[in-house]
């Protein structure tokens, strides 16, 4: 099979690395050709538009920032929409808002086209390693016809269920740590106030069932006010107001991550969206230094 992939971003970049190494050259295309320059000395083929991506290719991986970025890229001027043809593979890796995954499956179906979403968990080392989790929602024998293309890009393959599925399970577990992270913050500006240690307070954490690598590291970073960008803030905001928006649709509470939702999207409009998520600590921050203020005077 042709291999085409689009979107070059952090993630992207290190995963259509993985797929050349194995199986040869793969056609390519991002927003920006600038960051295809690295894969173009590998077996990267340019392609001038995602509807070139399309006719040229058997299956296509897209990896990209949002719902509004797929939509574009499927469907606008010189979108894959033009140049896709019956029998041809699209894989959304994106996290992507589940209902609009089962309408790309419909819609795509339309033409013959077959549609998975597959989200990935996992970081940029994960990425580099080819050790990210893959899980995979859609038909059952398009994802057994093409499972090891994704193993060429992770250690783990889960296939799901039918369309959607993959897209609602990683938005709940996006939410969850978005939440663990938020609850870490509050704590150690809790423990701060208490005069305790906070890196001790880490130790005890990681030896103990209900802490995670996750928050701890994510603590240790706090701590050490480094925010270097391994998952963005205004990715995760995104997520999570994604995650709100489906609970809607499918008329179940959700008011943690409603609450959740709106501090993410304080936190990226005052311009922390290119730090790491766990930036959402330097609003909690903010907040409590208000509240002390307040209650002195």
């Given at each position: 099979m042709k291999i085409g992939f689009i979107g070059l971003g952090m993630m992207g970049i290190r995963m259509v690395k993985n797929l050349i190494k194995e199986f040869g050259e793969v056609n390519v295309w991002n927003r920006t050709k600038?960051?295809?320059?690295?894969?173009?000395?590998?077996?990267?083929?340019?392609?001038?538009?995602?509807?070139?991506i399309a006719k040229n290719s058997d299956i296509v991986f897209l990896i990209l920032k949002d719902k509004e970025a797929v939509n574009e890229v499927i469907f606008g001027e010189n979108g894959l929409w033009h140049g896709l043809s019956e029998g041809k593979i699209v894989i959304d890796m994106t996290t992507n808002l589940p209902e609009y995954s089962i309408y790309l499956y419909n819609k795509l179906k339309e033409k013959g086209v077959?549609?998975?979403?597959?989200p990935v968990l996992g970081t940029l080392p994960h990425a580099e390693k080819r050790e990210l989790i893959i899980i995979v929602g859609g038909?059952?024998?398009?994802?057994?016809k093409i499972k090891r293309y994704f193993y060429a890009m992770g250690r783990r393959?889960?296939?799901?269920?039918?369309?959607?599925?993959?897209?609602?399970?990683?938005?709940?577990?996006?939410?969850?740590?978005?939440?663990?992270i938020l609850a870490l913050s509050e704590g150690l500006i809790y423990l701060e106030r208490a005069g305790i240690d906070g890196d001790f307070a880490l130790s005890i954490l990681e030896e103990l069932a209900f802490g995670s690598k996750a928050m701890v590291v994510k603590g240790r970073s706090i701590l050490k006010n480094d925010f270097e960008p391994f998952f963005k803030l205004e990715l995760m905001e995104k997520d999570i107001r994604y995650y709100v928006e489906s609970v809607k649709r499918l008329g179940v509470t959700g008011f943690i991550p409603s609450l959740t939702s709106e501090i993410y999207r304080l936190a990226k409009n005052k311009g922390f969206g290119n730090l790491d998520f766990c930036a959402v600590y330097k609003i909690i921050e903010e907040l409590n230094s208000r509240f002390l203020l307040l209650s002195e005077k």
């Open positions: 600038q960051k295809a320059k690295e894969i173009l000395k590998m077996k990267g083929k340019w392609r001038k538009s995602p509807c070139e077959y549609f998975l979403d597959a038909d059952r024998n398009i994802f057994e393959v889960e296939y799901i269920g039918e369309s959607g599925s993959a897209s609602y399970l990683k938005l709940f577990i996006n939410v969850l740590g978005a939440v663990s």
